[in-house]
């Protein structure tokens, strides 16, 4: 195979890449506190396939991972008293979920049967001085922008709200979740606000991302249409040579 054949190739598996990233995207264009994801590429030099020693290596196209925008989601209101959205891109709630420390930005939080807040799957809300538990004959909490939670017009406790100076330090997990695997350390976030009874929906541009599928689509038929005539000059050019011969 010849080496633009290759290099076709190497972009053809990242345009796979890509379209798996922006389907995915689609599909969480409802999805709560989802941040729209895109693929990194780079270029590899390899060996060539032939010449090797006679003309410098080839560029491939590679898979530089994916990157996320952090970007803030329109404000949702539910008028539901244990949603709670953040305003403040960058910033996340702080979590537990037995598995150890996780973030989110997903604030449709609940109560489990000991009062304890948490989200829908179950990972314990943290607050300052630790998990946030509620007693339920006190009434509907009442949560203030700094995140003060107060019952019966007193503060019970305060909701978590942390952020990181590099957000790269964050690996996606189920259920809405971060996780930083790293030894960055998070800090308050004293500057994000907390809204009560709203929830943050995703920053996906459903319009962008169905453009952007156009747009794979047609690249990956080029890449194919290049590559078959590729090898088509590659299987004219023995012919004619045998003829020769």
Do not use: C, H, W
Not at 22 to 43: M, R
Not at 48 to 68: C, H, W
Not at 193 to 201: D, F, I, S
């Amino acid at each position: 195979m010849e080496n633009a054949a290759y290099v076709g190739l190497s972009r053809q598996m990242t345009l796979r890449r890509e379209l798996d990233i922006v389907a995915n995207n689609i599909a969480n264009a409802d999805t709560t506190g989802f941040k729209v994801e895109q693929l990194l590429l780079g270029a590899e030099i390899g060996e060539r396939a032939r010449n090797a020693f006679v003309r410098p290596g080839v560029s491939f196209v590679l898979d530089n991972g994916i990157g996320r925008d952090y970007g803030q989601g329109a404000l949702k209101q539910t008028g539901r008293n244990l949603d709670f959205a953040i305003e403040g891109e960058g910033a996340f709630f702080k979590l537990n979920d037995g598995a150890g420390e996780a973030y989110t930005r997903d604030g449709a939080f609940t109560l489990d049967p000991e009062g304890r807040l948490t989200t829908q799957g179950g990972a314990a809300v943290q607050g300052d001085g630790g998990e946030i538990i509620l007693d339920r004959s006190l009434g509907e909490p009442a949560v203030a922008p700094d995140g003060t939670i107060s019952q019966n017009g007193q503060p019970v406790g305060r909701l978590s709200v942390v952020r990181f100076d590099v957000l790269a330090v964050l690996q996606k997990g189920g259920d809405g979740l971060y996780r930083n695997d790293s030894n960055a350390v998070a800090v308050e976030a004293a500057d994000a606000r907390v809204r009560q009874g709203m929830l943050e929906g995703s920053n996906v541009n459903p319009i962008l991302e169905i453009t952007n599928l156009i747009e794979i689509q047609r690249a990956y038929e080029s890449v194919t249409r290049m590559i078959e005539n590729t090898n088509d000059l590659s299987r004219r050019a023995v012919e004619r040579l045998g003829r020769v011969g």
